[in-house]
């Protein structure tokens, strides 16, 4: 004799299967993220990671520059140490760089300074 409940019972269990394959089978979520630094006066620098994981490409950006400054070195630091300089140069208001998407690693700050000021933006991958 067939019971009647095992039918449904089969169609639910293969569907909860096939859901867990497709989540396990799915890329990781973005790691998108930024962060600025909090000072209301002087230079506003800011840090932003695309990517995911370990893999992100990162951008130095120095939102409220002076109106005749054009361009302006820019260092990324990882860890405390600076690992590269590159030269920002204006985009609209801000001034920006972007080092390409390489193994920036996870759980190591990543952060980036302009010359001439203090104030550094950083960010942790994840």
């Known amino acids: 004799m067939r019971r ?7 169609s639910v269990l293969t569907l909860a299967l096939a859901g867990l394959t497709v989540s396990l089978a ?7 993220s930024s962060a600025c630094t909090h000072h209301f006066s002087g ?8 990517g995911q994981g370990g893999q992100n ?3 130095g950006i120095w939102t409220n520059p002076p109106a005749d400054l054009a361009s302006r070195d820019v260092s990324l630091h990882r860890g405390g140490r600076r690992v590269a300089t590159a030269t920002a140069t204006r985009s609209g208001k801000a001034l920006t760089h972007t080092w390409p998407t390489g193994d920036t690693g996870t759980g190591t700050e990543l952060c ?3 010359k001439g000021s203090e104030r550094m933006a950083c960010q942790t991958p994840r």
């Open 4 to 10: 009647p409940w095992a039918t449904p019972r089969r």
């Open 26 to 32: 799915a890329a990781p979520a973005a790691a998108d």
């Open 43 to 50: 230079p506003q620098i800011c840090i932003r990671l695309e």
């Open 57 to 59: 490409s990162v951008t």
């Open 112 to 114: 980036v300074k302009f």
